[in-house]
């Protein structure tokens, strides 16, 4: 038996002002798929999709999980015997509050979940995850989650490989303009790590669209417009291992290479974090108000100037 899996990336118009239609839609179009594509294992779709989100109170809409959300979505799941990820949602706990993916498996169960690593701060309020997380879809292989600004970090993404991750799911929340960068990210790190990598954005005022499916050489099997879209693909994770056994390109086998290096691991970045120099000039994390002020820290103080218009200036 191959390993094969059927994937749905559903990027959607995330409505506003009547966040209800949302799941309604969602259920609507993941059933009809599965009757039009019968061969699909895996939905996904964009971050928070199924969440209210934006408005000035927005952390009074996170809630624990599971919830009734949750439970129609695991009901759906196990009606069509698919396994699910729609998105990520805003989960409390306690004081604190998750920017939170889910994991339903076929039988209707959540097997898993992760709460976003890396939000986007300071832009972003929500508390910060510290788990990997990867689950196993049986006799086909397994799969890495993450959530939109944490592609920025490529520990991550190692992380999650090293940790046996042949598929990466990244649902997305932008607009902005670093979109263009982030594709590029996309595939550098589908490169990198020898992985599929499946990224699918929202659409609508927080999102901008455009997601990308990418094998593990870094070629594009699927690139969407601006509007609503549904990319469908067959993946097949037997590539996955044929490229880390003999090589991106039948050339290079860099899990090998990473694993027989003298270094064995050992970069001073994880080892001690905070005695970077690189940390050692930038202030505190917060929301910029002017692009020509800023204030460095304590120990560099004595080697900055004020520029002609009282701006601070490295010597």
């Known amino acids: 038996m191959t390993r094969k899996l059927g994937v749905a990336g559903l990027q959607l118009t995330k409505n506003y002002e009547h966040q209800e239609n949302n799941l309604a839609n969602f259920i609507k179009l993941v059933k009809a798929k599965k009757t039009q594509f019968p061969w699909i294992d895996l939905f996904f779709t964009g971050e928070l999709f199924l969440q209210e989100y934006g408005s000035a109170n927005w952390k009074d809409k996170a809630q624990p999980i599971p919830n009734a959300i949750t439970d129609s979505l695991c009901k759906l799941a196990k009606n069509l015997g698919i396994w699910l990820v729609p998105g990520s949602f805003l989960e409390k706990e306690g004081s604190k509050t998750f920017n939170t993916l889910i994991v339903i498996n076929s039988e209707g169960s959540i097997v898993t979940k992760y709460r976003k690593m890396y939000p986007w701060s300071p832009h972003e309020d929500t508390d910060w995850g510290e788990d990997f997380i990867t689950f196993d879809i049986p006799n086909i ?47 550098a790190q589908a490169i990198m790590y020898q992985s599929y990598v499946l990224n699918v954005n929202c659409v609508g005022p927080q999102g901008g669209g455009k997601s990308l499916f990418v094998d593990p050489e870094g070629r594009i099997l699927q690139s969407a417009g601006e509007t609503d879209e549904v990319m469908t693909e067959i993946i097949d994770l037997e590539k996955v291992s044929w490229i880390r056994q003999f090589g991106s390109y039948g050339m290079n086998p860099l899990w090998k290479n990473f694993r027989d290096s003298k270094i064995q691991g050992k970069f001073p ?38 520029g002609p218009s009282g701006e601070k200036l490295i010597k």
């Open 141 to 187: 292989g397994r799969i890495g989650v993450l959530i939109c600004y944490d592609l920025w970090f490529p520990e991550v993404m190692r992380t999650l490989t090293w940790m046996g991750a042949e598929v990466i799911l990244l649902p997305s929340l932008t607009f902005t303009s670093d979109r263009a960068a982030e594709l590029v990210l996309v595939q």
């Open 269 to 306: 970045p994880y080892h001690r974090l905070q005695e970077g120099e690189i940390f050692q000039d930038l202030n505190e994390l917060s929301l910029h108000k002017n692009v020509r002020k800023w204030e460095l820290t304590d120990s560099s103080k004595n080697e900055i100037e004020e």
